[in-house]
Antibody, heavy 119, light 114 residues
C-alpha cells in the first residue's frame, strides 16, 4: 500500500530541537518531490519545505536557517530537522508527496505529527 | 508572492443544495506554456490531512465524485459542490502553483450543514 507515516512530534521548549521522520511505503522517496506542510491549531496550511528529486531544497522564509529537510534513500524516509524552535512553530506537521505529473500538487499525505513548542 | 483570498470564510448549506466557494488570486495564474490555470483545490475533513480534489482549475483527481467541480480562469476561481452531502463537511483550500513555487494556499473555507 502506498502511504506515508510521520513520527517524532512532541513537546519541546522554545529554543529546542526536534527531528521529524516520514516513512514511505509503496514508492521511492528519492524519485518524488517530497514536502513538509504544517498547520497551526485552528489555522490554514503553510508549506514549510521541499526536497526535489535532484536533492535541491526549498524553505519557507519563516523556517529558513532553522529547519533542514533531508532524506535517507536506504530507509526510504524523509526527515525534518527543526532547530531553534519558537512557539509559533507549534503545528501539525504533514509530509506529502507531489504527483507524478505535476510536482507541486500534493496527491499523498501522511496523517501528521503534532509539534508543540512551549515552556 | 501571489496572495490567495477565499470567500466566504464559512458557509452553511442544506443537504442536497449547492455550495459555492470562491478563490481570488492577486495576479493571474494562467500558465502560458499549456494555457492552463495553475490552481488546485484541497478538502480537509476534521481530524484528517488534506486531500487533493481538483487541479488545473477544473480537472478532478481520480476518485473524486462528480458533484465537485472547479471553474474559472486568470484570477477568479470557483469550487462548486452541486448537491451537498453530509460527508462533504470540511474545510476547502485553494492553492496556486504558478509561482514562486511551491505556491501559496488560500486561508480556507469551512463548509457546514445548515
Amino acid at each position: 500500500e502506498v502511504q506515508l507515516a510521520e513520527s517524532g512530534g512532541g513537546l519541546v521548549q522554545p529554543g529546542g530541537s526536534l527531528k521529524l521522520s516520514c516513512a514511505a511505503s509503496g514508492f521511492t522517496v528519492s524519485s518524488n518531490y517530497m514536502s513538509w506542510v504544517r498547520q497551526a491549531p485552528g489555522k490554514g496550511l503553510e508549506w514549510v519545505s521541499v526536497i526535489y528529486t535532484g536533492g535541491g531544497t526549498y524553505y519557507a522564509d519563516s523556517v529558513k536557517g532553522r529547519f533542514t529537510i533531508a532524506r535517507d534513500n536506504s530507509r526510504n524516509t524523509l526527515y525534518l530537522q527543526m532547530n531553534s524552535l519558537r512557539p509559533e512553530d507549534t503545528a501539525v506537521y504533514y509530509c506529502a508527496r507531489g504527483t507524478s505529473t505535476t510536482y507541486w500538487l500534493l496527491g499523498l499525505w501522511g496523517q501528521g505529527t503534532l509539534v508543540t513548542v512551549s515552556s | 508572492d501571489i496572495v490567495m483570498t477565499q470567500s466566504p470564510d464559512s458557509l452553511a448549506v442544506s443537504l442536497g443544495e449547492r455550495a459555492t466557494i470562491n478563490c481570488k488570486s492577486s495576479q493571474s495564474v494562467l500558465y502560458s506554456s499549456n494555457n492552463k490555470n495553475s490552481l488546485a483545490w484541497y478538502q480537509q475533513k476534521p481530524g484528517q490531512p488534506p486531500k487533493l480534489l481538483i487541479y488545473w482549475a477544473s480537472t478532478r483527481e481520480s476518485g473524486v465524485p462528480d458533484r465537485f467541480s472547479g471553474s474559472g480562469s486568470g484570477t477568479d476561481f470557483t469550487l462548486t459542490i452541486s448537491s451537498l452531502r453530509a460527508e462533504d463537511v470540511a474545510v476547502y483550500y485553494c492553492h496556486q502553483y504558478y509561482g514562486p513555487l511551491p505556491g501559496t494556499f488560500g486561508q480556507g473555507t469551512k463548509v457546514e450543514i445548515k
